[in-house]
C-alpha cells in the first residue's frame, strides 16, 4: 500500500468572504486525493434565545472503495498495541472486545494487502504484540493526516462562529426596519471618491451590491474588508426595464431577474423578483411602468438601483 502525502496548510491571499467556501473545498480535494470521506456535523448549542452558539466537527475516515480501513478508534487501536504491545489491553483502552479488536485487525490487513501485527509467543512475560512495518507506516500516516484535519477544521469552526453574528444581524434588521429588501453581506472593497465611499458587498456569495455613502457614515460604521454588514433597499427605488429596453453600459446594481409574483394594488404594483442564487427583491412599479412592462409571472427584467439608494448597517 502506498503512503498518504502529508498535507503543508498553505496560507493562501484570498477575500475574506470566500475563505469558507474556499476551506470546504480545500478539505473535499484532500479527502479525495487521500481516499477519505469527511462527515460534517453541525451542533447548535442554544446559550441563549437570542444567541445561538455554533460548534462545527469532522469525524475522519479512511476507505479502500467502500470498506473502512482506518478511523480515529482503529487508530487508536495500533497505537495502543504499539504502546503496550498487548491485545488485550489495547482492546479495552481502545474500546474493543478482544475478538472484535482481532476481527477488526483482520479486516485492515486484508484491505492493506499485508500484515499489521506480529505475535511474539513465550518469553519471561508470555507473548506479546507487536507493530509491523506496514503497520507502523499506517499509524503514522493517519496520524499525520489527522493533524492537518484537525488545523482545518479549527480554521473552519471559527469561520463558523460568524454565522452567530449572521444570525443576529438578520433579526436586528426584522426588528428594526420595515424595509422589504434586506441583504446580509461582506464587505469586499471599498473605494474612496472625493465626496462619497463606494462600499461593495457580496451577497450570498456570489451577488455584488454597491452602496454610496458618505465619508463620514463609513467613518461611523468603522467599516473593513471583510467586515460583517447589512443593506437595506427600499422596495419604490427600484426600477425595473425589459432586456431590450436598457441599453446603458453595464453599471453598478443592475440585476438580471425573473418575475415571480405580481400583487396588484390602487397607485401600483409589488413585483416580487427572483435573481441570482435564488435570492428574493422586491420592488413597487407604478401603473406607467406595468403599462410600458407588461410583467407576467416567469418574465426575464432587469433590476436596477443607484447605489446612492442602498443603506448600510450593522449589528447594534
Request: aromatic share 6%; charged share 20%.
Amino acid at each position: 500500500m502506498s503512503t498518504f502525502p502529508f498535507f503543508r496548510q498553505k496560507e493562501i491571499g484570498f477575500f475574506e468572504a470566500n475563505k469558507r467556501f474556499f476551506i470546504i473545498n480545500k478539505l473535499l480535494i484532500i479527502g479525495k486525493v487521500i481516499g477519505y470521506k469527511l462527515k460534517y456535523m453541525l451542533i447548535i448549542y442554544n446559550v441563549t434565545m437570542d444567541s445561538p452558539r455554533y460548534k462545527l466537527d469532522a469525524e475522519l475516515t479512511l476507505r479502500v472503495g467502500d470498506d473502512l480501513l482506518a478511523n480515529a478508534k482503529r487508530i487508536e487501536l495500533l497505537r495502543q498495541i504499539g504502546l503496550t504491545e498487548s491485545l488485550t489491553k489495547s482492546a479495552k483502552i481502545a474500546g474493543y472486545s478482544y475478538k472484535g479488536a482481532w476481527d477488526t485487525i483482520e479486516q485492515m490487513t486484508q484491505l492493506t494487502g499485508g500484515k499489521l501485527l506480529e505475535r511474539h509467543a513465550g518469553g519471561k512475560g508470555g507473548g506479546r504484540t507487536s507493530l509491523t512495518e506496514r503497520g507502523h507506516q499506517l499509524l503514522k500516516n493517519f496520524l499525520l493526516v489527522q493533524a492537518e484535519h484537525a488545523r482545518f477544521i479549527s480554521r473552519l469552526d471559527q469561520l463558523a462562529n460568524g454565522l452567530d453574528a449572521d444570525y443576529a444581524m438578520q433579526t436586528e434588521i426584522a426588528m428594526k426596519t420595515s424595509v422589504r429588501n434586506q441583504f446580509g453581506g461582506i464587505v469586499m472593497s471599498i473605494l474612496q471618491g472625493p465626496a462619497n465611499d463606494e462600499v461593495t458587498l457580496l451577497v450570498n456569495g456570489s451577488l455584488l451590491l454597491t452602496a454610496s455613502i458618505t465619508h463620514e457614515s463609513g467613518r461611523d460604521l468603522q467599516l473593513d474588508i471583510g467586515m460583517k454588514i447589512f443593506a437595506l433597499i427600499k422596495a419604490s427605488s427600484i426600477k425595473l426595464w425589459s432586456p431590450s429596453e436598457l441599453t446603458l453600459p453595464k453599471q453598478h446594481n443592475c440585476f438580471p431577474a425573473t418575475v415571480h409574483k405580481l400583487t396588484n394594488g390602487n397607485a401600483c404594483t409589488e413585483v416580487a423578483l427572483l435573481i441570482d442564487g435564488g435570492q428574493e427583491l422586491i420592488c413597487t412599479v407604478g401603473k406607467e411602468d406595468i403599462l410600458r412592462l407588461a410583467p407576467v409571472s416567469g418574465m426575464s427584467v432587469i433590476a436596477v438601483t443607484d447605489p446612492s439608494n442602498v443603506i448600510l448597517g450593522i449589528a447594534a
